[in-house]
Every structure is written in structure tokens, then in C-alpha cells.
């Protein structure tokens, strides 16, 4: 049965910093891991998918590695904004059922 | 180019009564799924229609339960309500199945249940 851990459950870091997110799974078969976003309240934004056969992704300052030998991805956010602050989802799908399994999430806060 | 679209965005219901919820995709996009979000168990699969098919299911009691229509709209409802089904639910819509690539999400309907 495929778990998702996400790791730290929350952050909180200055203005300015470059920091790492960390989300791991148990099960390697995966057809791809997804980062969102979610703002309180509301319902989440795709910030990157990665398909399995991908190492990396890359938008704007955010840039997601995949390691699925290791059963890993990183989030990587350059140079923090308070825009920033949110709570920041994995999800992965894969194995034989299809389903979109999703970790806990980290709840990041940006310090002005 | 419009969002996914949910409504109700809020509602109150009281235990055993039943609720329908309402989720239109993005223009030509052909999946629809659906997702409850809780404090307590984070967020779960409940299922997805492709093509008015159910391709999917988590695993929720059949008092969950859910539909497509031609135009890609979907419903999912709930009958009989229990205290545990507070929660905001959520659909997601994406051009092919949901596996094949990115998920654009609704801002969720909020479920309580008094």
C-alpha cells in the first residue's frame, strides 16, 4: 500500500532564503508525482508534475527533483517571499489502482 | 479560460439527510475526480469519472456516490449524513484520465454536518 510522508510538517524560515521541502513515498511504481499548493481555505494549485520517467522540473524560482530509486522528491523555493506562505502537498500516482495517494502536507510560513 | 467551478461553496446539513454537490470542468477537459479534505485524515480519494464512466474508486462507503453527465459535469453525493462527513470536498478536472497529467482543482465545497 503506497504512503506518502512529507517532512517537516511546518516551516517557517525569513524573507530571502532558499529552503528544501521533502516528500518520500513507499512504492517506486509510480506514473507521477505532483506539488501543490494550498492556501487557507481554498482548493489547491499545480505548481509542478513530474512523470516517472522525468528527474526534475522547473518553474520560475520552484524547481522539483524526482528520485524514485530512493522513493524521493524535493521541492526546492530560491529566494523565499511571503507570497509564499502556504501548505505545500505532494501527491503521487501509481501501482495498480490509479488512485492520487497524498501526504500531509509542510505548512510554510515566510517571515517578512 | 474558466476554473473548475464548485457549488455549493458552503452548507449545513444535519445528520441523515443527503447532499448533492456540483463540479464543472474546464472546458474539454474529460476527467472529473473527487477529494475530502479533513483535519484528521488529510485528504483522500473518493473517485473519478472519465467519459460519464467511473474509472475509480477510493475507498468510501456507498453512501458516497457519484455521476458525469455528456457535457463532462459532475455530482457526487452523499446519503445519510454522518457528523464524520463534515469536510471540504474537492474536484479536480484534467484533459485526459487523472493519472496521464496535471490537475486543476476546484476552491471545494464545505460540508458540515450538524
Known amino acids: 500500500k503506497q504512503e506518502v510522508t512529507q517532512i517537516p510538517a511546518a516551516l517557517s524560515v525569513p524573507e530571502g532564503e532558499n529552503l528544501v521541502l521533502n516528500c518520500s513515498f513507499t512504492?517506486?511504481?509510480?506514473?507521477?508525482l505532483q506539488w501543490f499548493r494550498q492556501d487557507p481555505g481554498k482548493g489547491l494549485t499545480s505548481l509542478l508534475l513530474?512523470?516517472?520517467s522525468q528527474r526534475e522540473q522547473t518553474s520560475g524560482r520552484l524547481n522539483a527533483s524526482l528520485d524514485k530509486s530512493s522513493g524521493r522528491s524535493t521541492l526546492y523555493i530560491a529566494a523565499s517571499q511571503p507570497g509564499d506562505s502556504a501548505t505545500y502537498l505532494c501527491?503521487?500516482?501509481?501501482?495498480?489502482?490509479?488512485?492520487?495517494?497524498w501526504g500531509a502536507g509542510t505548512k510554510l510560513i515566510i517571515k517578512p | 479560460k474558466a476554473g473548475v467551478t464548485q457549488t455549493p461553496r458552503y452548507l449545513i446539513k444535519t445528520r441523515g439527510q443527503q447532499v448533492t454537490l456540483s463540479c464543472s470542468p474546464i472546458?474539454?477537459?474529460?476527467?472529473v475526480s473527487w477529494y475530502q479534505q479533513t483535519p484528521g485524515q488529510g485528504l483522500q480519494f473518493l473517485f473519478e469519472?472519465?467519459?460519464?464512466?467511473?474509472?475509480n474508486k477510493g475507498n468510501f462507503p456507498g453512501r458516497f456516490s457519484g455521476r458525469q453527465f455528456s457535457n463532462s459535469r459532475s455530482e457526487m453525493n452523499v446519503s445519510t449524513l454522518e457528523l464524520g462527513d463534515s469536510a471540504l470536498y474537492l474536484c479536480?478536472?484534467?484533459?485526459?484520465?487523472?493519472?496521464?497529467?496535471?490537475?486543476?482543482f476546484g476552491e471545494g465545497s464545505r460540508l458540515t454536518v450538524l
Open positions: 479536480a478536472s484534467s484533459l485526459d484520465v487523472s493519472s496521464a497529467g496535471e490537475l486543476f
Open positions: 472546458s474539454g477537459h474529460r476527467s
Open positions: 469519472y472519465f467519459s460519464e464512466t467511473q474509472r
Open positions: 512504492d517506486s511504481a509510480i506514473y507521477n
Open positions: 513530474i512523470q516517472s
Open positions: 501527491a503521487v500516482i501509481g501501482g495498480s489502482n490509479y488512485q492520487l495517494i
